[in-house]
């Protein structure tokens, strides 16, 4: 597949230096693919260049009419900074929320000694009244506002059955127990494709993700029905 979009770029990029900066060279979904009738020819326009900057570790400096890179000044009518985001990355995940449990205990400090343990990927014991949303220990697709969409029906679905009961919203240890069970019983070996892929966030700017129950192993629509089910 992969040689097949290196071709591709060989027929719409006429300068082939240019065209052999453009090539991917990495599994085929390291990266996302992106669907475009007009990117690559954009590239034979003579007000379009393309910089490299592998050698140079980015731009040495923006100047009052472009960016200066490798010693050479490239001037500009707009300069658009879009030099990433981390992805799936929550700010309970990251710590930037620090979220505190039953004794003042850090969410993260006790997934940190025996990994993270969830009902779903939406709930923890010991941390009442927290709904996770998220792709961890719960569903992932490419159509991730589906999942989205899905994770608040089934948060409202516990709140309102919280409220009509009058209890918190936990699962006990055991639940979480039976749901592990069930991610780890089908997760796949992805270490061959993280291996194999250049730094992303697929595998962590290529330290490479642990194997195990990160989400669960047989697909959006197969949990979405799980929950409906078991609501």
């Known amino acids: 597949k992969m040689n097949e979009l290196r071709a591709r770029v060989d027929r719409c990029v006429t300068d082939p230096g240019t065209a052999e900066n453009l090539k991917p060279w990495y599994r085929y979904a390291c990266k996302r693919p992106t669907f475009s009738d007009l990117y690559y020819p954009a590239f034979n326009r003579d007000n379009v260049t393309l910089v490299d900057t592998a050698d140079t570790h980015g731009i040495e400096r923006v100047t009052a009419d472009g960016v200066v890179v490798g010693g050479t000044a490239y001037a500009l009518d707009c300069l658009i900074f879009a030099t990433g985001f981390n992805v799936g990355t929550s700010g309970i995940h990251s710590g930037r929320l620090p979220v505190r449990g039953r004794g003042g205990v850090h969410l993260l400090d ?3 000694r025996q990994g993270p343990r969830t009902l779903h990927g939406f709930t923890s014991n010991g941390f009442p009244n927290l709904i996770q949303l998220g792709s961890l220990q719960n569903a992932s697709s490419v159509n991730f506002t589906h999942i989205l969409d899905e994770q608040a029906v089934h948060a409202a679905a516990l709140v309102a059955a919280a409220e009509a009961d009058d ?13 592990l069970a069930v991610l780890a019983e089908g997760a796949p070996d992805h270490a061959w494709f993280h291996a194999e892929c250049t730094p992303g966030y697929y595998n962590r700017e290529g330290r490479g993700r642990p194997n195990g129950p990160i989400a669960y192993p047989h697909g959006a629509v197969a949990f979405h029905q799980l929950l409906e089910e078991w609501r």
């Open 167 to 179: 209890a918190l919203i936990e699962p006990s240890p055991a639940s979480e127990d039976a749901w």
């Open 110 to 112: 006790r997934w940190r």
